[in-house]
C-alpha cells in the first residue's frame, strides 16, 4: 500500500512537470511560429491603428520573457490568460467547450469498450466458427474506415435518404419548451449519428486488439487445465481468459480515451458539434496564442489523466506489474 | 440476440418518442452559417457573420438599400425620421423617430445615439469603427470632439462635420447603443465585459439565445416598427461548419439559406423544387499580382526599388495578355462569374467605363510585347532571359483554397508558352497574408471584396504608408491626383467620370491582372418571400423578409 500510494505522488509530480513542460514548449512554438494574431483586424474598412492598439492591448510588443511570465501568472491563477479571440478568461472558453467533448468522450469509450468485450466473447466462443470469421473480417473492414468517411454515409443514409436523425448540432431549436423525457430523446437523437461515427472505429481497433489476447490466453496450459478439470467453457472465458486478456487492451484504451477527450476535429466538424477539437483547430488558425496554449494544457491533463487511470486499473488487476516497476 | 433485441426497441422510441419529428418551427427561419460569431455585440462584430446579426439587434440611423436601376447606393433613414442639411452642407439635423423602445421599456432618444458616437471612436473601447469617422471633428487619438453634437430636444441633435469635409448620410451609419446601459461600464474594460451587459436591444428581432458553436436564435420584437404580421417568428443563425452538411440540410428544409454555394453544386440544387439560387454579383474579384516594387530591398529597409521583372507596365500587360481569364471563368466558375478589366465593379453601372474591355487571351501579342522589352530566350531552353536575369519566379497562393490552386495551375501553363517559369509555392493563409502586407512576396494569387461605397485610395494610392493594401507597391502620379479627387467629391456625374479616368489608367498600367469577378451563389428555400439579393448581399435587412407559413 506504502509503495502505491508512492507511486500515485511520484507520477502527479512527473505529471505536473510534463505539463508545464507542455505549456512552455507551445508557448515557444507559438511565438516562433510566423502568423499574425491581429490579422484579422488588418483590413480595409478598419483603421490600421485599431491592429496597432489591440497588439499593444494582448501584450504583443512586450518581450517575449515578460510574456512568459504573464502566461505563468495566469496559468497559475486558473484564468490561463484572456482569449485574444473571445475577449474572456481562456478558462471560462474551455468550460464552455469541454464538458460536451468529456460526456461524448466518455459515452464512447464505454460503448466501444462493451462492444469489444462483447464481440470478442462471442467470437472467441465459438473460435475459428462462421461467426468468429465474419466479426474479425467486419473488424478489419471498419478499422479500415476513415472517420470522415463514416460520418457522411452516416449523414446520408439516415439524415439526407431516411430523414430519421438531424444531420448536424447537439439540440433542436425547440429544446427549451420540451418536457423532460423531449430534451433527453432530442439529445439522444442528435448524438446518435455522432457516437456511432466515433465509436464503430475505436471499438474495431480494441476489438482485434482483444480478441488476440484471447487467442494467446486461450491456448494456455491453466486454461487446458481448467478445460480437463471440467470447468465449462463459458465459464472459462468469462472469469479466466477475459480477465488475463484484458490488460494489454487498458493500454490501448487510455490512449484512446485520452485522444477522445482531446477532441475529435472531424467528427465535431461533420456533425457541427461545439467540441475541443474545433476550439483547438480555430484558436491556431487564429494565432489566439492563449486559448491555444489553453487548450494544449487542458488535452494534456486530460491525456495524463487518462492513461494514469489506464495503469491505476492495469495494477488493480495485476498487482505483479508494481513489483516489476513497470507502472513507475 | 436479447441485447441487440432491446436496442432496436430502444431506437425505435426515440424515433417515435413526441417532439421528435420536425427539427424547424414552422415560424423561424434558418440561416446556415460557417463559423460561430466571437461577438454579438456592435462594438466587435468584424465579421460578416457579426455584422448581419447585429445590424439586425442594434439598428442604424440610415438604411442602406441598392438601386438596381442607377446601379447604386440608395440611403434613406431608419431609425431617424428626417435629415436637414445646413446650407454650408457641414452640418445636419437629424430627428428621430418618435417612439422606438429598447427592450427594457425605456424610450430611445437622441442621448442614445450621441452616445453612441462618442463610444464606438473612444480608443480605450477599440470597437470596429474606431478611427473611421474622418468627416467628424476628432481630437489626436482619433475619438469625436464633444463639440460634433449640439442636442436640439429628445429626439433631435444637430452634427457639425470637419471643416473642408465632405460629409453624406453614410457617415451616420452606425449602431445605436443604449446609453443607459453602457454609461456605467469603465470604457477600457467594455470588450471584456460582454457576458455581463445585458443584451438591450431596439431591432426588429431581439436576442432569444447564444448556443457556443450550434445557434444564435432571435425572436420577433413585436414592439418594433420594422415588422409586421408575415414577419417569420425567428430568426435563428445555424452554425454548420462543414460545407456538405449545410447542402444536406438545405436539401431537406434543416436550414433555408446558405451562401457561398459551389458551382458544382449549382446543377443539383437547382433540381430541388424547394430551393431557389439567387446571384451577389460584382463584389468580390481575383487578382495576379506583380510585386511593382523590389520585394527584398523593400523589406530590407523600405527602399523602393523598381521589380526587375514586374516594374514595367508592358511586361505586366504582357503577362495579362497571357493568362487565358476567360478558361477559368468558363470551367472553374462555369460562368458564374467574369472576366475582370479593373477593380471598379461593373455594378456601379454609372461609374464603371463598358468601353473598356478585359484583354483578350492573346499569346502571340504578349510574346511581342515581351520581345520588344528585351526579353528573348537566349540559351534556347524555353525561358526567356534579358541580360543574365532570368523571367523564372514563384507564385505563392494561400494554402487550403481549390480556386485558387486551379488559377495557379492555369496560369503556370499559360506563362509557361510564352517564355516564362514561374513555381507555384502554397502558403498557410495567416502567414501568407503577413507577407503580402509586409510586400515580402514577389507574385501572388489574392482576391478583394470592394468596400461599398466605392473606396480605392487604400488599395492604389504611391504614399505606402496611407495605402497598406497597395501591396503590389504600385505607384502612379495621376492616379494619386485621380484618388485625391474622388476622396473629396460628392456624387455626381463628374465623379463617375473620374472612376472611369481611373479605369483607363489600370488598363494601361496593369499594376496587377484583375482575373475575374466571382459571383457568391446563395441558395434558398423558397418558402422566403421578399428576399433581395443585391451586391449589397444576400443577408440584408432580413425583417423584410416573409413566409408562406
Known sequence: MIKAGSLIIKRIVNSFLLLFLLATFVFLLLRAAPGDPVSKYISPTLHPQLAENLRDSFGLNESALSQYIDFITETFTGNLGISFNYRVPVASVIMEFLPFTIMLALLSFSLQMMIAIYFSLKAAGKKGSKRDKFISETSLLIYALPSFFIGVLLIYLFSELAGIFPSSGVKSFSYDEMNILEKLADIIKHLILPLITLTVTGAAVMYRYLRTNMDEVFNSGYVMYLRSNGVGEKEIIRKHILPNSISPLIAVAGIELGILLSGTLITEVIFGLPGMGRLTMMAILQRDYPLVTGCALVSGVLIVMSNFIADLVKYKLDKRLLAKGILD | ?549
Open chain 2, 1 to 549: 440476440m436479447k441485447q441487440i433485441r432491446y436496442l432496436l426497441l430502444l431506437t425505435c422510441v426515440i424515433l417515435i418518442f413526441p417532439g421528435c419529428g420536425s427539427e424547424q418551427k414552422k415560424s423561424a427561419l434558418v440561416i446556415g452559417i460557417s463559423s460561430d460569431p466571437e461577438s454579438i455585440n456592435a462594438l466587435y462584430a468584424f465579421s460578416g457573420n457579426e455584422i448581419n446579426i447585429t445590424e439586425i439587434l442594434y439598428p442604424s440611423l440610415i438604411q442602406m438599400d441598392w438601386d438596381s436601376v442607377k446601379g447604386a447606393l440608395a440611403v434613406s433613414p431608419l431609425l431617424a425620421d428626417k435629415f436637414v442639411w445646413g446650407k454650408n452642407s457641414l452640418s445636419v439635423d437629424v430627428h428621430l423617430k418618435k417612439g422606438i423602445t429598447w427592450s427594457d421599456g425605456k424610450e430611445l432618444t437622441a442621448d442614445d445615439v450621441i452616445f453612441s458616437f462618442d463610444l464606438f471612436s473612444d480608443p480605450l473601447v477599440q470597437s470596429r469603427l474606431y478611427g473611421i469617422f474622418k468627416n467628424f471633428r476628432t481630437d489626436e487619438n482619433l475619438k469625436i470632439l464633444p463639440e460634433s453634437f449640439r442636442k436640439i430636444n429628445k429626439y433631435a441633435f444637430t452634427v457639425f462635420f470637419r471643416e473642408k469635409s465632405n460629409p453624406s448620410l453614410i457617415d451616420l451609419d452606425l449602431p445605436v447603443l443604449p446609453k443607459h446601459i453602457y454609461e456605467g461600464i469603465k470604457r477600457d474594460n467594455i470588450v471584456y465585459a460582454e457576458k455581463e451587459i445585458k443584451p438591450v436591444l431596439c431591432g426588429p428581432f431581439l436576442l432569444k439565445a447564444w448556443n457556443k458553436n450550434q445557434s444564435v436564435v432571435l425572436v420577433k420584437n413585436p414592439k418594433s416598427f420594422l415588422v409586421n404580421e408575415k414577419t417569420p417568428d425567428e430568426i435563428i443563425f445555424k452554425v454548420v461548419p462543414d460545407y456538405n452538411s449545410r447542402i444536406t440540410q438545405l436539401k431537406n428544409n434543416e436550414i433555408d439559406l446558405a451562401e457561398d454555394i459551389k458551382t458544382d453544386d449549382v446543377e443539383e440544387l437547382g433540381k430541388y423544387k424547394n430551393i431557389v439560387l439567387g446571384y451577389v454579383k460584382g463584389r468580390e474579384y481575383d487578382y495576379a499580382a506583380w510585386n511593382n516594387i523590389d520585394p527584398v530591398e523593400y523589406s530590407a529597409d523600405k527602399k523602393i526599388k523598381e521589380n526587375n521583372l514586374f516594374g514595367n507596365a508592358e511586361v505586366r500587360k504582357a503577362l495579362t495578355l497571357g493568362i487565358n481569364r476567360f478558361e477559368i471563368v468558363k470551367d472553374y466558375l462555369l460562368n458564374y462569374g467574369e472576366a475582370a478589366s479593373s477593380p471598379v465593379s461593373p455594378v456601379f453601372k454609372d461609374s464603371y467605363d463598358e468601353n473598356i474591355r478585359p484583354y483578350p487571351y492573346d499569346p502571340y501579342a504578349a510574346r511581342e510585347i515581351l520581345k520588344s522589352e528585351g526579353w528573348r530566350d537566349i540559351d534556347n531552353d524555353g525561358i526567356l532571359e534579358k541580360g543574365n536575369i532570368e523571367f523564372s519566379f514563384t507564385l505563392n497562393i494561400p494554402s487550403g483554397n481549390p480556386r485558387r490552386d486551379f488559377t495557379a495551375a492555369l496560369i503556370k501553363n499559360n506563362l509557361r508558352m510564352i517564355g516564362i517559369d514561374l513555381q507555384i509555392e502554397p502558403i498557410e493563409p495567416s502567414v501568407f497574408f503577413e507577407k503580402m502586407f509586409n510586400r515580402e512576396l514577389n507574385a501572388w494569387i489574392a482576391g478583394w471584396s470592394i468596400p461599398v461605397p466605392q473606396y480605392y485610395k487604400t488599395y492604389w494610392y504611391s504614399n505606402l504608408e496611407e495605402a497598406p493594401f497597395n501591396a503590389a507597391g504600385f505607384m502612379n502620379r495621376q492616379m494619386d491626383s485621380l484618388l485625391i479627387i474622388i476622396e473629396n467629391e460628392k456624387d455626381s456625374p463628374e465623379k463617375d467620370e473620374h472612376y472611369k479616368e481611373m479605369q483607363a489608367i489600370f488598363y494601361e498600367q496593369n499594376p496587377v491582372t484583375f482575373l475575374f469577378w466571382i459571383d457568391n451563389i446563395v441558395a434558398y428555400n423558397s418558402r422566403i418571400k421578399k428576399i433581395h439579393i443585391t451586391p449589397l448581399g444576400a443577408v440584408h435587412h432580413i425583417w423584410e423578409w416573409e413566409t408562406d407559413d
